[in-house]
């Protein structure tokens, strides 16, 4: 997994790039909040959390079905 990240500071924007893999991903169920899930990552000398919500989660899977056709030979791994 690779994630690009801009942030604005006071010197103006800067630009943070990582990679790593996957390792867990975990559905937050809390009473008080909508549901999120969470997919925990760790680089060689980076880590962190991405947090989508479920509607987030529908969207994207909603753009990646419109756009599997594109794609002309794709495999699941489960690992």
């Known amino acids: 997994m690779k994630a690009r990240i801009k942030k604005p500071n006071k010197d103006g924007i800067v630009r943070l790039e990582t990679e790593g893999r996957i390792m867990e991903v975990l559905v937050n169920e809390e009473l008080s909040e909508e549901e999120k899930i969470s997919i925990c990552f760790r680089g060689k000398e980076s880590s962190g959390i991405i947090e989508l919500t479920t509607k987030e989660l529908e969207g994207i899977n909603r753009s990646l079905k419109e756009r599997t056709h594109?794609?002309?030979?794709?495999?699941i791994i489960k690992g």
């Open 70 to 75: 594109l794609i002309k030979d794709m495999k």
